[in-house]
């Protein structure tokens, strides 16, 4: 695996997506807040790692995630970068001037728009790609207005590819089945802990071919850190889970493979599987993550994983 060679673009997306990406949604202070100083050395390192795909949205740190890509891409040395970001909710200004709230728009204007804030914020005239984000329990709306609104934005060039970015597997595959859909984000659902884009997203992808990015490889720090205090799937890690994940790194490392290589490479394995996005919040995380993706697993390891029902057989 290198950050360079791998290409798995499908031809219905209209360019090459980088193998790799940044998630910015730690830049908007996901968890805890990030200064800009540690925003900008984020961005350096992923310049000097090769990285040029960042995936964001409005509601990371309610327009802050953008904002900081708007301000800091030019100055890390990323002139050409390819742009993800969401749409389907909209930052609205508080009454009493506080800050911002967050709703939802599925409308083509509150589709429009978010898009136009996300680009104002950014600085740019277009994105790469949109993703309705979070569309789970708005297919009526989807139906309705929202599918329509991304593809004449599409259609208009404001954005290259559209799709859907969710965090369960299901509700994304019923919209691959029913939509042209150029590419799909789906998060901690495809990990060395859950499997749960086996069973439809990922082979309808293939076979419509759908572009597939997965994020949450490390399912919120459980597999890159498996210690008492890790989050999982944003929530302090159940006992049951803390016990798998060490399990996971007891086998890697009769390998001499650190867990987090094994978690960052594990989704390649299929595929459908495009690119991988890994959420950053320093420039230490970005240069462990480059060098997890290159680190070698070899093929005994993953054997092993599957044995023990941490990789699914079908992949090895």
């Not at 673009?9 to 990406?21: I, K, N």
């Amino acid at each position: 695996m290198t950050l360079t060679t791998h290409d798995r673009t499908p031809a219905r997306l209209p360019f090459a997506l980088p193998p790799v990406g940044i998630g910015t949604a730690p830049l908007g202070g996901l968890f805890e807040q990030v200064s800009e100083q540690d925003a900008a050395a984020t961005l350096a390192a992923a310049a000097a790692a090769g990285i040029r795909y960042f995936d964001t949205a409005p509601r990371y740190g309610h327009g802050q995630a953008e904002e900081r890509l708007g301000r800091l891409l030019g100055p890390a040395g990323i002139t050409e970068p390819v742009i993800s970001t969401k749409t389907g909710w909209l930052l609205r200004p508080r009454a009493d001037g506080s800050g911002t709230d967050v709703v939802t728009d599925w409308t083509e204007r509150g589709i429009r728009e978010s898009l136009e804030s996300s680009l104002e914020r950014m600085g740019r005239s277009s994105v790469d790609i949109l993703y309705l984000h979070d569309a789970d329990d708005y297919a009526a709306e989807v139906r309705a207005t929202a599918y329509d609104a991304v593809r004449r934005l599409r259609d208009e060039g404001l954005v290259k590819a559209i799709g859907f970015g969710m965090n369960h597997s299901a509700p994304l595959a019923a919209y691959v089945a029913a939509y042209e859909v150029d590419v799909v984000l789906i998060a901690g659902r495809f990990s060395l802990l859950d499997h749960d884009a086996m069973a439809t997203l990922l082979p309808l992808c293939a076979e419509r071919g759908t572009a597939v990015v997965v994020g949450g490889v490390f399912n919120t720090g459980l597999l890159a850190d498996p210690s008492d205090g890790a989050m999982f799937n944003y929530r302090p890690v159940p006992a049951g889970e803390l016990a798998r994940a060490r399990r996971c790194q007891e086998l890697c490392a009769q390998y001499e493979v650190p867990l987090a290589a094994a978690a960052a490479q594990f989704p390649f394995l299929h595929p459908a599987v495009t690119s991988v996005v890994l959420g950053c919040r320093s420039a230490d995380e970005v240069t462990a993550n480059a060098e997890a993706l290159r680190r070698p697993v070899p093929a005994e390891l993953w054997a092993r994983l599957a044995a023990e029902g941490f990789v699914p057989e079908e992949l090895i």
